[in-house]
């Protein structure tokens, strides 16, 4: 109980205070701009926080990464083009709420949830963090690849009216995922011998390529032909979630908070699967499926739950086992390394003063974040009031900025346009750009573990069937995709017959 | 006489001033900001912050860490050997100068790079399960040689330093025939130990560490030739039975080749002055580096001789192309 005082006295301090708050808004500022994102700017801050103290130095760290989680939300919603990769599932249903005059409403029940899927999984860090990590472990490269595999047949719920569009979309994600320099044997692939693209195609480059680049040029040609979207004034309002909505989606935050702390657990899945895991499983089961995808509060509540959930998630094998899930958490270990924490399973018995520390400024963290968040909305969503066309320009520039920010690249400028030029044709195709990011984010992920496992069994394929939740998730992938192409043959008999009796009666 | 006198007199004035322009020109460096490529994201990127940051107290400008991350390294190296030779853009750089370039991912190789100054040192470890009941390496090769299955050991990549430094290893013992590589990136060896899904693993140390002390794994030895500050009742492997294994990872500053003599020196000064910091000391310690200063010269040898070793040890493992 001692370190619990001693914690609570360090986290009380003004100055650690002022560094939470301060690394909040840093968050949701990198977060919110479509290219700059919170791996970016906990890596900006980290110099920062070298000569501080421990407590605000890990204080702003936690508030930077939890900042940037939620803030993600805010262009996903907006603007239609996610902050973070682990908001590209927000936009399927937050964008319609916001053409529909009711971005209010999304905003106020996406950084609800955010802030109730982040504390969720700060209890269950408190309560079970040992047990958790011991259970995360035992996810090898087979349970991985079986889960990757799952996470991927959420593209049949994202393909709209076409499974075989949905295909090829998801398809092209995963070959493109393939240039660069492969990982695990060094060499290089589709690279043409030019070292330059040895870097690949960045996941945020490519994000923000697909869902900016063709929205900014259809914008501009709206503008030249006169058929702009126009949102009136006057249907911009700063509604916020009623208790009601907030009650009736209670269980669903549960839920995807826990599958996002649960994903989150698990070394090198991370935010981008449990969100659109989350989001299919909130159509599977919502009452009003037909909503989803065309402006459905519970499908904005349901990614955002789960995605930061994965904050706390991640924490667990970041703490207990000193391993990061993700660049973010990456940076967080040296964070934690320079002020002498070692994570590891010594860290819960030799630092405990430093663990409730952490604890409690994950709590602060999302607390600062929330209200700022909550009460910036009515700011949020003035820009709407600004012309399109001109907004395009704007954000076309941070696009720029942002995407050479990531890694000082020239290359990933033009790979932002030529991906973006790529994802308008396949709109005008009718090819949904949503299955590329699950393609994009879960292809590397996906091969490395199906590589890794072929290693370790020496080629022996039974290595696949060796686990039992292994074959847990190869059964649900079967039955998700099973139910979607039995639904669809049905939907296509209804038709044709309703077809015939039409003209029959004719 | 007279005439000489005074040309003499003059070329004297001239020299002098041409002199004091030179010297003034040199006492400019740097100018503007330098800009420090780091190739790799994670501890390593924290150091090189850390080691800008620490730089910039000690020159006129400040110096600037920029992330220029991917393809092994490949992508950084071949961004600042492009630059200037004018010591404006300088890299963090590391033994990967010789694997990426083996592997054929760059076109050039170290000597496209003048060196500044060797700034760190990390010894890559071998540890096992406790439970393994491997008490010694010597225990472990036994063992391995007794048996008929293989021993499955996690590195970070297929001809990555820790693979190298596992080959160079296993060989040494004898059992380099019975070793299959399992490669996992972003430091997940560790997990998979503790999970059981390989017998060992051969990382950097700070990442078995902790799991030592709460008696999980145990570190059977560490790959340089002398025992390191971190773990002082670990033997070195060259101690128990691997002949005269020295294979440790350097780190430290470049600056593309011609960079002139004199703005070497004052990179380098200034980089020994941060290296020799109590601050850097500290911070090195606490995340697994060794503070290792080396002037330009020796550093230089340093790279050369290593660049060999390297290709060599990928040419036998088939790795270079």
């Known amino acids: ?506 | 006489m007279k005439t000489t006198r005074k040309s003499l007199m003059l070329t004297a004035a001239a020299a002098i001033m041409f002199a004091g322009f030179n010297v003034q020109a040199k006492a400019e460096f740097p100018e503007k900001p330098v800009e420090m490529t780091v190739l790799f994201g994670g501890t390593a990127q924290t150091i090189g912050q850390l080691l800008a940051d620490l730089m910039s107290k000690n020159l006129a400008e400040p110096v600037v860490a920029v992330s220029r991350t991917g393809g092994g390294g490949a992508v950084g190296y071949s961004h600042v050997q492009s630059t200037g030779a004018d010591g404006y853009n300088i890299v963090w750089n590391s033994n990967s100068i010789s694997t990426s370039h083996y592997r054929g991912n760059m076109p050039f190789n170290y000597e496209a790079f003048t060196p500044i100054a060797r700034v760190s040192v990390e010894t890559p470890a071998l540890a096992v399960r406790s439970d393994a009941g491997w008490k010694s390496l010597e225990d472990m090769a036994n063992a391995v040689k007794a048996g008929d299955k293989k021993l499955k050991v996690g590195i970070s990549g297929n001809g990555s330093f820790t693979h190298l430094t596992s080959a160079a290893l296993f060989d040494k013992m004898g059992i380099g025939d019975k070793i299959v590589y399992v490669p996992y990136g972003k430091g997940k060896a560790p997990v998979e130990l503790l999970a059981k899904r390989v017998d060992a693993a051969v990382q950097w140390p700070g990442q078995f560490i902790p799991h030592q002390q709460s008696g999980d794994l145990s570190i059977l030895c560490v790959t340089g030739k002398d025992r390191i500050p971190q773990l002082k009742d670990t033997p070195s492997c060259a101690e128990v039975g691997a002949g005269d294994l020295d294979i440790t990872m350097w780190r430290g500053l470049a600056a593309p080749a011609g960079t002139p003599a004199d703005v070497v020196a004052k990179l380098q000064a200034a980089a020994k002055a941060a290296i020799e910091s109590g601050e850097f000391k500290s911070a090195a310690d606490k995340i697994g580096f060794e503070a290792a200063y080396l002037p330009a010269d020796e550093f230089g040898k340093l790279i050369a001789s290593d660049d060999a070793v390297i290709g060599d040890l990928m040419g036998k493992l088939g790795l270079k192309k």
């Open chain 1, 1 to 506: 109980m001692d370190a619990f005082y001693s914690a609570l006295g360090a986290i009380s301090d003004p100055f650690t205070l002022l560094a939470i708050v301060a690394g909040s808004i840093i968050g949701i500022v990198f977060g919110s701009i479509p290219g700059l994102t919170f791996s970016m700017a906990l890596a900006l801050v980290l110099p920062l926080t070298f000569r501080f103290e421990t407590g605000a130095a890990i204080g702003m760290l936690l508030g930077t990464y939890i900042g940037g989680m939620t803030g993600g939300s805010v262009s996903a919603i907006l603007l239609g083009i996610p902050g973070t990769p682990s908001a590209a599932a927000t936009v399927l249903d937050g964008y319609k709420m916001t053409r529909n005059g009711r971005a209010g409403l999304a905003l106020g029940g996406a950084v609800l949830a955010s802030g109730f899927g982040g504390i969720f999984s700060l209890l269950v860090m408190i309560v079970s963090v040992d047990m958790v990590a011991r259970l995360a472990i035992q996810f090898g490269p087979v349970e991985i690849f079986a889960l990757v595999l799952f996470g991927l047949s959420t593209i049949c719920g994202l393909a709209e009216k076409s499974l075989i569009r949905g295909m090829i979309a998801g398809i092209i994600g995963l070959l493109l995922m393939t240039i660069g320099l492969d990982d695990m044997d060094g060499v290089a692939r589709m690279t043409f011998g030019w070292t330059p693209l040895l870097q690949g195609v960045d996941l945020l480059v490519a994000m923000v390529g697909l869902f900016a680049v063709p929205q900014i040029m259809k914008t501009l040609i709206d503008y030249r032909t006169d058929s702009a979207f126009k949102l009136n004034a006057s249907d911009i309002r700063s509604e916020l979630p009623t208790r009601k909505q907030l009650r009736s989606s209670f269980w669903l935050m549960v839920r995807c908070s826990g599958l996002g702390t649960a994903i989150g657990s698990i070394p090198g899945t991370g935010g981008p699967i449990a969100a659109f895991l989350a989001y299919d499983h909130a159509r599977r089961f919502s009452k009003k499926p037909e909503r989803f995808g065309k402006g459905s509060l519970e499908g904005v509540m349901a990614p955002e739950a789960s995605n930061n959930a994965v904050t706390g998630g991640a924490m667990i094998p970041l703490l207990s086992l000193g391993i990061p899930g993700d660049p973010a958490t990456a940076v967080m270990l040296g964070g934690l390394l320079i002020h002498g924490l070692v994570p590891g399973p010594m860290l819960f018995t030799q630092n405990k003063p430093e663990v409730y520390l952490i604890y409690l400024a994950i709590l602060v963290a999302y607390v600062a974040v929330v209200v700022f968040q909550y009460f910036g909305i009515r700011g949020f969503v003035k820009l709407l009031k600004i012309p399109p066309h001109l907004m395009a320009v704007g954000i076309l520039i941070m696009c720029g900025v942002g995407t050479f920010a990531i890694r000082n690249s020239f290359l990933d400028i033009y790979m932002m346009v030529g991906v973006g030029l790529i994802g308008y044709l396949l709109t005008r195709a009718r090819i949904p750009v949503t299955p590329i990011i699950l393609g994009l984010v879960l292809g590397p992920t996906l091969e490395r573990e199906f590589r890794t496992a072929m290693i370790m069994s020496e080629g022996n394929w039974s290595i696949f069937f060796s686990s039992i939740s292994a074959i847990i998730f190869y059964l649900l992938t079967i039955g998700v995709i099973g139910f979607h192409v039995f639904s669809q043959i049905r939907e296509a008999k209804t038709a044709r017959r309703d077809n015939e009796q039409q003209q029959g009666a004719s």
